[in-house]
T-cell receptor, first 112, second 114 residues
Framework: ETGVTQTPRHLVMGMTNKKSLKCEQH?????MYWYKQSAKKPLELMFV???????ENNSVPSRFSPECPNSSHLFLHLHTLQPEDSALYLC???????????FGQGTRLTVV | AQSVTQLGSHVSVSEGALVLLRCNYS??????LFWYVQYPNQGLQLLLK??????LVKGINGFEAEFKKSETSFHLTKPSAHMSDAAEYFC????????????FGQGTTLQVKP
């Protein structure tokens, strides 16, 4: 398998649930990212990891908790989300920070 | 502040017509510039990029873009639109390799009419 893979593709969760999004990259890249894409809004960068170290957190609420156990895997742990958190969550990776990013197909999250 | 602006949230062209999607950026340092395409319920796919060197860059699917420093622009063009080009297009910029921040424009939805 090549590229950036995200699972699940679709997720419906209640506001009291805990769930996790998974991202795996098979490109040997050193940086990984989480983006949020909401309707009629620009792509929002949430977190940046470089060599498994979090280097940026764009004022994301604590109900979103990222984890990068190694350079190939990135998780986004979700807890007590709000309906306005419903969006497409995109994972991406790049060889180095600031170079072109390669995106996964996203997880369509619906919070009910 | 560094930013990216895509002029026109929706562009409609006829099949076979020229496609022109506009992107302007503001920055005091040399940028890296990118165009991405997104089909419904999919991730973003890189169309082309400019880092250094030749200012006219060619990408996939017959698209090209030209970096014009004096106009702070990086407009995307394709001579002849195809129905399969209908999608959302994003311009993005980063300003140095040690920040990791790709800043995206708001996106332009391209409609191709038969």
């Amino acid at each position: 398998e090549t590229g950036v893979t995200q699972t699940p593709r679709h997720l419906v969760m209640g506001m009291t649930n805990k769930k996790s999004l998974k991202c795996e990259q098979h490109l040997g890249h050193n940086a990984m990212y989480w983006y949020k894409q909401s309707a009629k809004k620009p792509l929002e960068l949430m977190f940046v990891y470089s060599l498994e170290e979090r280097v940026e957190n764009n004022s994301v609420p604590s109900r979103f908790s990222p984890e990068c156990p190694n350079s190939s895997h990135l998780f986004l742990h979700l807890h007590t989300l709000q309906p306005e958190d419903s969006a497409l969550y995109l994972c991406a990776s790049s060889q180095e920070r600031g170079l072109e990013a390669f995106f996964g197909q996203g997880t369509r999250l619906t919070v009910v | 502040a560094q930013s990216v602006t895509q002029l026109g949230s929706h562009v409609s062209v006829s099949e076979g017509a020229l496609v022109l999607l506009r992107c302007n950026y503001s920055s005091s340092v040399p940028p890296y510039l990118f165009w991405y395409v997104q089909y419904p319920n999919q991730g973003l796919q890189l169309l082309l990029k400019y880092t250094t060197g030749a200012t006219l860059v060619k990408g996939i699917n017959g698209f090209e873009a030209e970096f014009k420093k004096s106009e702070t622009s990086f407009h995307l063009t394709k001579p002849s639109a195809h129905m399969s080009d209908a999608a959302e297009y994003f311009c993005a910029v980063s300003f140095s390799s040690n920040t990791g921040k790709l800043i995206f424009g708001q996106g332009t939805t391209l409609q191709v009419k038969p």
